[in-house]
């Protein structure tokens, strides 16, 4: 007999007996030792035989902690202990294991508190869904839920860059050996504000429109000088607005 939840030792699959629900699987308790060696990504990797899609999708889960079940296109975090499945192919797995998940440790507090920010006075509503332990998911997953569906018009979609919808992935891309060792503004200003380094000279971009600001000074607000040059095409800058 196999066992459920985790790697059988008899024929060594990876199995779980959670619940299923359309889209996703109701977790577990929070994993402590259960799942630690599947923390190592080799690890990780090694449990994907048969995985019926493709090797970029594959890649993806493997990298945001995700190990396969060895059943149809199921997968679950080694952190958090959240299932995931029915996945297309033009999915971006960082924001729906965001999406479903958001209480996972390979996130904090600052994701959903920069996004309010950005959004500024527009209210959000709560989704219906609940979290694994049964409370609302609340404002962190309807601001998600709303960047992933903005569609200004038929030609213009927001936002442009999905993978960087989350403050810590933005001042991530700052620790590029190109920026500005001296530059005049904060890392952490630009993320917040929304950009993230597109990696010429001290070039930065919109993860929503995409619009590009370059050659900052001292004082500069980065939100202020977004909203001046791109108010009529972004999403944030017409929230901001209202």
Not at 170 to 185: D, Q, V
Request: proline share 5%.
């Amino acid at each position: 007999m196999c066992g459920i939840n985790g790697i059988c030792v008899s024929c060594k699959q990876v199995t779980s007996g959670m619940h299923q629900v359309p889209g996703r699987d109701v977790a577990p308790p929070r994993p402590i030792e259960r799942y630690r060696h599947l923390r190592d990504t080799n690890t990780r990797t090694r449990s994907y035989k048969g995985w019926p899609k493709s090797d970029g999708l594959k890649s993806e889960l493997i990298a945001d902690g995700f190990f396969y079940l060895g059943e149809k296109d199921r997968v679950q975090c080694a952190y958090c202990g959240g299932v995931l499945h029915s996945f297309k192919e033009n999915d971006n797995v960082h924001i729906e294991h965001y999406r479903h998940f958001p209480k996972c440790e390979t996130f904090d507090s600052t994701d959903s508190e920069t996004e309010a920010h950005l959004f500024g006075h527009v209210t959000m509503t709560h989704l219906s869904d609940t979290q694994t332990d049964g409370t609302s998911r609340g404002e962190d997953t309807a601001l998600l839920e709303k960047i992933k569906k903005l569609d200004m018009s038929s030609n213009t979609k927001c936002p442009r860059h999905k993978y960087y919808a989350l403050y810590k992935d933005r001042l991530r891309t700052f620790n590029n050996p190109k920026w500005p060792a001296n530059h005049p503004m904060k890392k952490e200003t630009l993320a917040k504000a929304g950009l993230f380094y597109a990696g010429l000279g001290d070039l930065c971009e919109c993860f929503c429109c995409g619009g590009q600001l370059e050659e900052f000074e001292e004082g500069d607000d980065p939100v202020e000088e977004h909203d001046k040059y791109f108010s009529d095409i972004c999403v944030l800058a017409i929230n901001r607005k209202q």
